[in-house]
C-alpha cells in the first residue's frame, strides 16, 4: 500500500544553517506529496505541496520538489530561524484525496 | 473561519470507562477526517465522512470505536471500554472537498490517557 518513508530527528541547526528533511514514498498513481509543520501545543498546519511530478511547492522560505523518478519530495531551506522550530511531517494522499498517509515526523529545533 | 476546534483538549479516564470526543470542522467544509497520533509518529487514518455519510473506515476503528456526524456539522468519537492501548493524540481534520490535492486543516487534537 502507499506509504512515507520520513528522515528520523530529531535535528538539531544553529540559526541560518541550511536544512533538509528527506522524505521518500511510495504509492500506485499519481499521488499528490504534502508538508505540515506542527508547532508545540497546536494542530498541523499545512506548509507546502505539490500535486505532480516536478512541481516545486515553496512557503516562508522552505521548499520540496516532486520528483517522481526517485519518489522522493524533501524539504529544504536556505537558512533557518529559532522560529522553525517544530515537528515536520510529509505526507502523501492517493488520487482520490480521500487517504492520507503521514510519515513519522521529524522534530527540528534551531538554537540561536 | 475559526479553524477546526476540538473538545475536549486532554481527556484522563479509567479503563473501561466510555468517552466522548468532538469536532467542529470549519463551516462550509464537506469533509471531516479522523486520526489518531502516537507519541513520535505521525497521524494515523481512522475514517472520514463526506456529509454526514461516514465513507471509510481505517482496520485500525475497532468494534469499540465509533463515529457520528449526524447532521454534517460536527462530529463526534466515542471510544467504548477504554484500554490503556486507546491512550494518543485524537486529531480531526477538515477538508472542502475530495479529490487529489485536497487541503486538509487539522485541529489541535483530544490527547486521551486512560489510566
Known amino acids: 500500500g502507499d506509504s512515507v518513508t520520513q528522515m528520523e530527528g530529531p535535528v538539531t541547526l544553529s540559526e541560518e544553517a541550511c536544512l533538509t528533511i528527506?522524505?521518500?514514498?511510495?504509492?500506485?498513481?499519481?499521488?499528490?506529496l504534502f508538508w505540515y509543520v506542527q508547532y508545540p501545543g497546536e494542530g498541523l498546519q499545512l506548509l507546502l505541496k505539490?500535486?505532480?511530478?516536478?512541481d516545486k511547492g515553496s512557503n516562508k522560505g522552505f521548499e520540496a520538489t516532486y520528483r517522481k523518478e526517485t519518489t522522493s519530495f524533501h524539504l529544504e531551506k536556505g537558512s533557518v530561524q529559532v522560529s522553525d522550530s517544530a515537528v515536520y511531517f510529509c505526507?502523501?494522499?492517493?488520487?482520490?484525496?480521500?487517504?492520507?498517509?503521514f510519515g513519522t515526523g521529524t522534530s527540528l529545533t534551531v538554537i540561536p | 473561519d475559526t479553524g477546526v476546534s476540538q473538545d475536549p483538549r486532554h481527556k484522563i479516564t479509567k479503563r473501561g470507562q466510555n468517552v466522548t470526543f468532538r469536532c467542529d470542522p470549519i463551516?462550509?467544509?464537506?469533509?471531516l477526517y479522523w486520526y489518531r497520533q502516537t507519541l513520535g509518529q505521525g497521524p494515523e487514518f481512522l475514517t472520514y465522512?463526506?456529509?454526514?455519510?461516514?465513507?471509510?473506515k481505517s482496520r485500525l476503528l475497532s468494534d469499540r470505536f465509533s463515529a457520528e456526524r449526524p447532521k454534517g456539522s460536527f462530529s463526534t468519537l466515542e471510544i467504548q471500554r477504554t484500554e490503556q492501548g486507546d491512550s494518543a493524540m485524537y486529531l480531526c481534520?477538515?477538508?472542502?472537498?475530495?479529490?487529489?490535492?485536497?487541503?486538509?486543516?487539522f485541529g489541535a487534537g483530544t490527547r486521551l490517557s486512560v489510566l
Open positions: 505539490a500535486t505532480k511530478a516536478d
Open positions: 465522512f463526506q456529509n454526514e455519510a461516514q465513507l471509510e
Open positions: 481534520a477538515s477538508s472542502l472537498t475530495g479529490g487529489a490535492g485536497n487541503i486538509q486543516y
Open positions: 505526507a502523501l494522499s492517493d488520487q482520490t484525496g480521500n487517504q492520507f498517509y
Open positions: 528527506n522524505c521518500t514514498y511510495t504509492a500506485t498513481g499519481y499521488p499528490s
Open positions: 463551516s462550509e467544509h464537506n469533509r
